[in-house]
T-cell receptor, first 117, second 116 residues
């Protein structure tokens, strides 16, 4: 079974703090993703990575950065947390391949519910 | 632009009723994939199904079935004889091959509550 783990289920931080959210997958997937989930908005892509040290902006990258130093680990960084970044953060991973059943399906971690006070 | 619309924000039914979750999508691409995910109260999104744009066959998996109609750009999900364990938020998602890099576009989600 694909396993995607996230470092914390719940996190409370103060405005201005630097926040690190960690994600690890154990299936040797090339692609990794960070989303945020807000009521009524569904999931929105923040950043994704298709290889070590590679990253691309998603739809809402402002206020975030990412790091992928190892294939299995993808970190989301909030350089200076703000209250509007209070949200549920979901990490996902997938194989690189196109067109093959289940190879490009994204598998998700349990999520981190971040509250910024 | 790609878009997925789940018009039903919340649905509540009594156990054993059948329920259909609607999903309408927009894309200009001819090659794309559609997905359904389930998010139970634990928070983790669970993959349910993936369909490609060339395969309009309906699919059934136990009590779950999916109706894909390109003519109406819809990919609806039906749960037959619903159970309390089906209570969750369900997301429909779209991925276009041409957009590259595996980007998924999600609908807003439908919160399904099955009452005993």
């Amino acid at each position: 079974d694909v396993k995607v783990t996230q470092s914390s289920r719940y996190l409370v931080k103060r405005t201005g703090e630097k926040v690190f959210l960690e994600c690890v997958q154990d299936m040797d997937h090339e692609n990794m993703f960070w989303y945020r989930q807000d009521p009524g908005l569904g999931l929105r892509l923040i950043y994704f990575s298709y290889d070590v040290k590679m990253k691309e902006k998603g739809d809402i990258p402002e206020g975030y950065s990412v790091s992928r130093e190892k294939k299995e680990r993808f970190s989301l960084i909030l350089e200076s947390a703000s209250t509007n970044q209070t949200s549920m953060y979901l990490c996902a991973s997938s194989f690189q391949g196109f067109g093959q059943p289940s190879t490009d399906t994204q598998y998700f971690g349990p999520g981190t519910r971040l509250t910024v006070l | 632009a790609q878009k997925v619309t789940q018009a039903q924000t919340e649905i509540s039914v009594v156990e054993k009723e059948d329920v259909t979750l609607d999903c309408v999508y927009e894309t200009r691409d001819t090659t794309y994939y559609l997905f359904w995910y389930k998010q139970p109260p634990s928070g983790e999104l669970v993959f349910l199904i993936r369909r490609n744009s060339f395969d309009e066959q309906n699919e059934i998996s136990g009590r779950y079935s999916w109706n894909f109609q390109k003519s109406t750009s819809s990919f609806n999900f039906t749960i037959t004889a619903s159970q309390v364990v089906d209570s969750a938020v369900y997301f429909c998602a779209l991925k276009s091959i041409l957009q590259g890099a595996q980007k998924l576009v999600f609908g807003q989600g439908t919160r399904l509550t099955i009452n005993p």
